[in-house]
């Protein structure tokens, strides 16, 4: 209702006069007889702009400016008091109110008041409209498939609830833009968005970094710290790679999602908070839960509301609109080949919408030519598909002891060096460390 104000009144006169006069200056007005009426009226509505009077029956118009800005602090009240009674309206100045209008009042200060408060309700809508727009952009999703599309509109239906989403998908097909795109859909997005990835925390430091801890909790806890709950309160906070939580940890966020309390590592007290939980996973937790590495019913909790994000191998058809938008975002100057965009619809892209990003800011870099052709692409191909490839046992194999046996050769090339070879597999040393508790690897040499 943009041209529409709310009137409360108990005077009836009153309320036709300025009806006439609102009227005159091209507004509809909603007429409320005394204040339980018109919070009524504007609960159910959608008021930008209310005029109330201050001196009613029941419910007087300082407790109507309250109420209505608890439920809509974007909305402008302005109240009318008794001529003289300066006092009261310095009052409701503070409490919120954008202007007053003495009784009776004048029809010119009437026009000029009205007038700016119109104006001052566009400007907040244009912005509104604005920060919309950018939200919109930064967390948008580049996609062209109908799989996508079912996902992302899904996605944004749930996004003003609160209920806690379980997002599956490989690594690099963007679990955490998806998640953040809720929250700023939500209507937390004025709070924190808090991000933690699980699996690259040493195990002995994730409590703490989750929960946060009191001054003396622990060798090295010189202050007191808020864990990412609390730093998350009122908003949501995002556990990434959640499946490689240890059974430990995943007992106590389980207590989180069912009271919303925990406790700071080293104190008794209980902390209260109230956060969205989105979690994330490149893991199959229904097999995690069969192999007793997950626990059935955190598992439940988790996965009330799942969103799996498919590969980009399998949505082809997004790889010309993701190609022509990252060639936007680095240099629109510059054109792409019909064979190089036939080439990436043939690559299998196993590191997803990431590496196809990265891909294209290289090529981007490096191309001296307009248009960016095939070969290039083929060459920087080159160095990623170089190595040795892998003899897989037409049996299977396992995934975990794989990687074991990786992290174990990388370990005896680099004499147990943990840095050397944290360097070696590209990983920061926590990451390393945590993997090496978790195959009960033995630590090696510290430092360089």
């Known amino acids: 209702m943009p041209n529409t104000i709310l009137l409360i009144d108990d005077d009836v006169s009153f309320r036709k006069v300025i009806c006439f006069n609102l009227n005159q200056l091209g507004f509809e007005v909603v007429e409320a007889e005394d204040g339980y009426a018109g919070l009524d009226l504007f609960k159910s509505g959608d008021f930008r702009l209310v005029i109330t009077d201050l001196k009613m029956p029941r419910l007087n118009g300082m407790e109507v400016l309250q109420q209505i800005k608890e439920h809509t602090p974007e909305a402008l009240v302005i109240v009318m008091t008794a001529f003289g009674d300066v006092q009261t309206a310095v009052n409701a100045m503070k409490a919120g109110a954008f202007d007053f209008i ?109 929960f946060g801890h009191k001054k003396g909790a622990f060798t090295g806890a010189i202050a007191h710290r808020k864990g990412k709950f609390l730093q998350a309160d009122e908003g949501t906070i995002f556990l990434d790679e959640v499946g490689e939580l240890p059974l430990e ?52 909790r988790l996965n009330i509301m799942p969103l799996s994000l498919l590969p980009l191998r399998k949505r082809s058809e997004d790889l010309e609109i993701l190609a022509y938008h990252f060639l936007k975002k680095y240099n629109g100057e510059k054109k792409l080949s019909p064979s190089l965009l036939k080439a990436f619809r043939q690559y299998s892209w196993p590191g997803n919408v990431r590496e196809f990003e990265n891909m294209m800011q290289r090529m981007i870099l490096l191309s001296d030519e307009k248009e960016i052709g095939v070969d290039l692409f083929r060459n920087q191909l080159e160095p990623v598909t170089g190595m040795s490839k892998l003899q897989l046992p037409p049996e299977g194999v396992s995934l975990d002891e794989l990687e074991k046996e990786i992290i174990l050769q990388a370990l005896e090339m680099n004499e147990y060096n943990q840095s050397k070879t944290a360097r070696f597999l590209q990983i920061p040393r926590h990451v390393l460390i945590y993997r090496m508790e978790k195959f009960g690897l033995k630590h090696g040499a510290e430092n360089e």
């Open 249 to 300: 940890m995943q007992v106590k966020l389980l207590r989180v999602l069912q009271e919303q309390t925990f406790h700071p590592v080293g104190s008794d007290e209980s902390v209260q908070v109230d956060v969205r939980i989105i979690a994330a996973t490149n893991k199959n937790l229904s097999e995690e839960v069969k192999e007793g590495r997950f626990r059935e019913d955190l598992f439940y």
């Open 102 to 210: 003495p009784k009776p009042f004048d029809r010119d200060q009437l026009t000029l008041t009205i007038k700016r408060a119109a104006e001052h309700v566009k400007l907040i809508r244009k912005v509104s409209n604005l920060e919309e727009r950018l939200i919109n952009e930064k967390w948008q999703l580049i996609y062209a498939s109908e799989a996508m599309d079912k996902l992302v509109s899904l996605a944004d239906k749930i996004s003003t609830s609160d209920v806690t989403v379980l997002i599956s998908g490989e690594s690099g097909t963007g679990k955490e833009l998806l998640a953040r795109r809720i929250h700023h859909k939500s209507n937390r997005y004025n709070k924190n968005f808090i991000p933690i990835n699980c699996g690259a925390i040493p195990r002995e430091l994730l409590e703490s970094e989750l």
